[in-house]
C-alpha cells in the first residue's frame, strides 16, 4: 500500500516529530542520500506556484530523481479527461504524484485510482507541505514547541486547517481570529481537538495576538476566490497584522508568512520586513521539509 500525505494528520505523532528532526538534519547538511535514484515524481499543478514547485523540483533533483511538471493547459486534464482515467495512466510512468488543485476530493481520486504515492501541494482545504516546513522554522528557533502560544489572524483557509491539525501533532497552543462567516471548517476543528489539539476560536484578532509568541497570516482571497476580493477586504477590516496588533504579542514574537503576500491587507509593510527573516526561512524550509516528507512517503515502499 503506498503512503500518501494528503493532510499533516496523515502522518502519525511519532513519525511527525522524526519527520521534524529529519528536515532539521538535511538542512543542517549532516544527511546525504540517493533516495529517488532512478525515480520519477510527476507534479501536476491546477493552479499557479512559484516556490511550491520549484522547491519540489529541486528537493527531487537533490534526492537523485527527476520530475515531469503537468498543467491543465498542456495536458488532457484540461479537456475533461477523467482524472481516475489520468491516475490510471501517470501510475504507470511514475512513482509518486505531487499535486496541486482545487477540492481535497481530487486528492481522493487519485489515491483511489492510482497505485503510487499522492502529496498535496495545496488544495482548497489544506496545505499540508507548507504549514510542516513553518513548524520546522518555529522549531529552529524555539525547539520546545508544546510551550508555544502560536495566533492565526485572517481567513480559516487551507492554511488555517494545516496550522490546526499541525497544532494536534506537534502540541503548541493555537488561537484563530476570523471574521465572523470565514472561520475554519468545524470538523477539521473537532477531529483536531479529539486529538489534543489546544485551540481557540474567536473573531477579536486583540486575541489571537495577546501573548503570541508567533503571529501568522495568509491572503484574505485564496486562488480560486479571486472574485470575492473586495468583499473579503470589507469582511477583514481590522485583521492587518500590523504594528497596532503586534503590541500586544511578547516581546520578541516573530510574524510568519507562507507568501506570496499582500502587503497593505493582511500584513503591513513594516510588520512584513521587521519579520523577513523568518518569512523567507519559511521559503527555505520548504525545500528541506519536502525532502523529508517525500522520504517518509517512500520509506513504506
Ligand atoms: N506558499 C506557497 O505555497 O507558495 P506558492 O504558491 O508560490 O507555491
Ligand atoms: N491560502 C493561499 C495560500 C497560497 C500559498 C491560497 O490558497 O491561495
Not at 17 to 22: G, I, N
Not at 88 to 107: N, P
Not at 169 to 184: D, E, H, N
Not at 209 to 237: C, H, I, K, P
Amino acid at each position: 500500500m503506498p503512503r500518501h500525505f494528503l493532510n499533516i494528520l496523515d502522518i502519525p505523532k511519532a513519525d511527525a516529530a522524526r519527520v521534524l528532526a529529519r528536515a532539521k538534519a538535511m538542512k543542517d547538511g549532516g544527511v546525504r542520500t540517493r533516495l529517488l535514484d532512478g525515480k520519477t515524481v510527476i507534479l501536476i499543478f491546477e493552479k499557479a506556484s512559484t516556490r511550491t514547485r520549484v522547491s519540489f523540483e529541486v528537493a527531487v533533483r537533490h534526492l537523485g530523481g527527476s520530475t515531469v511538471f503537468l498543467t491543465p493547459h498542456e495536458s488532457q486534464l484540461g479537456r475533461n479527461e477523467p482524472l481516475k482515467d489520468t491516475a490510471r495512466v501517470l501510475s504507470r510512468y511514475a512513482d509518486a504524484l505531487v499535486v496541486r488543485t482545487f477540492g481535497q476530493e481530487k486528492l481522493d481520486t487519485l489515491v483511489r485510482w492510482g497505485t503510487i504515492p499522492v502529496v498535496n501541494a495545496l488544495t482548497d482545504e489544506h496545505h499540508p507541505c507548507q504549514v510542516m516546513s513553518d513548524v520546522l522554522t518555529m522549531f529552529e528557533r524555539t525547539p520546545d514547541l508544546g510551550a508555544l502560544k502560536v495566533g492565526w489572524v485572517g481567513d480559516g483557509n487551507n492554511m488555517a486547517h494545516s496550522w490546526i491539525e499541525a497544532a494536534a501533532q506537534f502540541g503548541f497552543a493555537l488561537t484563530l481570529a476570523c471574521p465572523s462567516a470565514y472561520g475554519p471548517d468545524l470538523e477539521v476543528v473537532a477531529r483536531a481537538t479529539a486529538l489534543g489539539a489546544r485551540l481557540t476560536l474567536t473573531e477579536d484578532p486583540a486575541e489571537a495576538a495577546r501573548d503570541a509568541d508567533y503571529l501568522n497570516t495568509d491572503v484574505w482571497a485564496s486562488m480560486g476566490q479571486e472574485a470575492e476580493q473586495l468583499r473579503r477586504e470589507a469582511a477583514f477590516e481590522g485583521f492587518q497584522l500590523n504594528g497596532t496588533l503586534m503590541a500586544l504579542a511578547k516581546p520578541g514574537c516573530k510574524v510568519m508568512h507562507c507568501l506570496p503576500a499582500h502587503r497593505g491587507e493582511e500584513i503591513s509593510e513594516a510588520v512584513f520586513e521587521a519579520n523577513a527573516d523568518t518569512i523567507f526561512d519559511e521559503a527555505e524550509n520548504r525545500l528541506h521539509m519536502q525532502k523529508a516528507i517525500l522520504e517518509w512517503v517512500f520509506e513504506a515502499l
